[in-house]
């Protein structure tokens, strides 16, 4: 499976960036996707995922604010951001793994990642 990341960028609190995360190497609709962060000093974190059942989960800091999508006709995942806040700054990555999303392990494959970087 290959992961493409593009979208990142800098902007200021209260704005908004569209992440997009081109999929290829496997049946689509066959895999769990999600998108991690990683700031600076900190662990590597989901934000959020779907999966083959359709069920979109987000970390509670995103909730209402960022909105996790397929485009079937496209093979890409995408991840609206709006609302941003410093806090958001981190290389964002696109992750996913064959059948149904993990729960107790890794994730088996991740894109490079893309910087989004929000200042106050």
């Known amino acids: 499976v290959q992961l493409v990341e593009s979208g990142g960028g800098s902007v200021q609190a209260g704005g908004s960036l569209r992440l997009s995360c081109a999929v290829s190497?496997?049946?689509?609709?066959?895999?769990?996707l999600a998108w991690f962060r990683q700031a600076p000093g900190k662990e590597r974190e989901g934000v959020a995922s779907?999966?083959?059942?359709?069920?979109?989960k987000y970390v509670e800091a995103v909730k209402g604010r960022f909105t996790i999508s397929l485009d079937h006709a496209k093979n890409t995942l995408d991840l609206q951001m709006n609302d941003l806040k410093p806090e958001d700054t981190a290389i964002y990555y696109c992750?996913?793994?064959?059948?149904?999303?993990?729960?107790?392990?890794?994730?088996?494959?991740y894109g490079r990642g893309t910087q989004v970087t929000v200042s106050s």
């Open positions: 779907t999966g083959m059942t359709g069920l979109t």
């Open positions: 992750a996913a793994d064959r059948g149904f999303c993990p729960t107790n392990r890794d994730f088996e494959y």
């Open positions: 190497g496997y049946v689509f609709s066959s895999l769990c």
